[in-house]
């Protein structure tokens, strides 16, 4: 009887040698594809969370979501709903998602990019929907989970940047504009420490540079005030309008247009500002950065304002 004739270790070799040869072939494809497919997933939630803000804005009188019109300071020791003056210590990019989120406009899941690398950056699965209360006896109201984090050194729910609810970008920018040269929302970026319109140095290391990749430079995802998005790889795409001494504007700095120093200009500024965990009726007015009454927006800057992946400087 004939015996079968099994494989040779040579041919075995030989074999597992080409399959080496594939899977290196292969597999540059295969990461690119998915690169090129987290991409677009987050192309796609920019433009889900732009579309709840218009949404949200069409029965605000077109202004953007603001926490600080949703709860305003009390008259006469009284909350009225809809009525007394903007509390601007609570516009944070904290309290502004969580509104959105406590009125679904939106989820939380929307608000971490598939391209995340930062550990400290998770989905708030917890999200306290039983805490919202219009009026609550003793305590006050409460319309939004204040216990949404955002601070990339410790915990954050938040990857995506913004434009920062204060100065005159929010009273002239902070609003369905239609504004195609007007950036409010998109990839976060590092801490650049530059002056108004004058490059600096460039952070060598920091994970922004890694969202969208190549690791060597920062790429990002930016939405419009129009709502379209583009991908950019510059710091300073042409498509912001023109600003500063050096005629460009700089998506993460205030490059001062019409002399504003601080957080104070009207070109385009994206962050997160930082805020921690914590009770929306513990935050006393004139007790952080975004309160004009005590701390006039000029005299903020982006590193005292918003949280980085990196330390600055």
């Not at 516009?91 to 989820?107: F, I, Q």
């Not at 903020?300 to 600055?312: G, S």
Request: net charge negative; aromatic share 8%.
């Amino acid at each position: 009887m004939q015996r079968k004739r099994g494989f040779t270790l040579i041919e075995l070799l030989v074999v597992m040698a080409i399959i080496a040869v594939l899977i290196s072939l292969l597999l540059p494809a295969l990461n690119s594809a998915r690169r090129k497919a987290r991409e677009t997933k987050d192309r796609t939630q920019l433009s889900q969370i732009h579309k709840a803000w218009f949404a949200w804005a069409s029965d605000q009188k077109g202004r953007l979501p603001t926490p600080g019109l949703v709860y305003r300071q009390q008259i006469n020791g009284v909350f009225i709903q809809g009525r007394g003056a903007e509390r601007n210590d609570l516009n944070t990019t904290a309290n502004m998602h969580s509104v959105l989120v406590a009125e679904n406009y939106y989820d939380t899941e929307i608000l971490v990019s598939p391209t995340e690398q930062n550990a400290n950056v998770i989905v708030k699965d917890d999200y306290n929907y039983a805490v919202l209360n219009p009026n609550p006896s003793g305590t006050g109201p409460i319309f939004w989970d204040p216990s949404m984090a955002a601070n990339l050194d410790s915990e954050c729910n938040i990857s995506y940047a913004s434009t920062p609810i204060m100065g005159k970008r929010q009273r002239q920018k902070w609003k369905d504009t239609g504004d195609s040269n007007f950036c409010i929302i998109g990839t976060r970026g590092p801490c650049l420490g530059w002056g108004p319109g004058a490059p600096g140095a460039v952070p060598e290391e920091d994970l922004t540079y890694e969202l969208l990749g190549p690791d060597s430079k920062w790429s990002g995802n930016l939405c419009f005030n129009d709502g379209h998005i583009n991908r950019v790889d510059t710091f300073v795409p042409d498509e912001l309008q023109a600003s500063g001494i050096q005629g460009f504007d700089c998506i993460f700095v205030n490059d001062g247009i019409g002399s504003s120093t601080g957080m104070n200009g009207l070109d385009s500024v994206i962050g997160i500002v930082r805020s921690n965990q914590g009770s929306v009726n513990a935050a006393p007015i004139g007790n952080n950065l975004l309160d004009r009454e005590s701390t006039p927006a000029e005299s903020v800057t982006e590193e005292t304002l918003f949280t980085f992946d990196a330390p600055c400087g």
